[in-house]
């Protein structure tokens, strides 16, 4: 699935126009308690999508859900009320923070396995107030420490993408 279309999707339905130039997934509040939201960034607008606490314990085992069942709840943020956005390193993971009309928010919260795409949501937000123009090299997605989508875990050597606990099974696939 297209997460940039989906995430589109509900954008329009909100009122909120033009293509997504990238998005970050977060998956914890801002009380640390696990949640499903997103951070997607149009040309004009950052905008915060809420899906609410995990309905169960949340276990480790793979990739995060990558559909939105329902309407989310919308933040937008127009970025000529932006400033200073930043990743705030934590023990757990990092926490996005951003100055809204003079006054410094924190938006959400995230673990360590999403740091690397939230950093690259705060570089293109940063690009986007300082008015410079994006290119191809600045909008490709980074490529994160990868995981293995059935048991969760990282990958030892980022290169080959094997499961160590499943290797023996000739299980071998790419992350998600």
């Not at 949340?58 to 956005?85: C, H, Q």
């Not at 996005?96 to 995230?110: E, L, P, W, Y």
């Not at 994006?134 to 499961?163: A, M, S, W």
């Amino acid at each position: 699935m297209d997460m940039k279309k989906e995430l589109g999707r509900w954008l329009s339905a909100g009122g909120i126009e033009g293509p997504v130039l990238c998005y970050g997934f977060a998956d914890m509040d801002l009380h640390c308690k696990y949640c499903r939201s997103y951070l997607a960034l149009t040309k004009d607008t950052l905008v915060f999508l809420y899906l609410g606490a995990e309905k169960e314990r949340k276990t480790f085992s793979g990739a995060p859900m990558n559909y939105l069942e329902e309407a989310p709840e919308l933040r937008r943020f127009p970025i000529d009320t932006l400033k200073n956005p930043q990743v705030l390193d934590m023990v757990i993971g990092g926490q996005f923070c951003v100055a809204i009309d003079g006054v410094d928010t924190d938006i959400c919260s995230f673990t360590g396995a999403y740091m690397a795409n939230m950093r690259h949501v705060c570089n293109i937000l940063s690009k986007r107030i300082e008015g410079k123009e994006l290119t191809e090299e600045d909008l490709k997605e980074p490529e994160g420490r990868g995981y293995c989508p059935k048991c969760g875990g990282p990958y030892p050597d980022q290169n080959r993408r094997i499961c160590p606990r499943f290797a023996g099974q000739g299980v071998s696939r790419p992350s998600e």
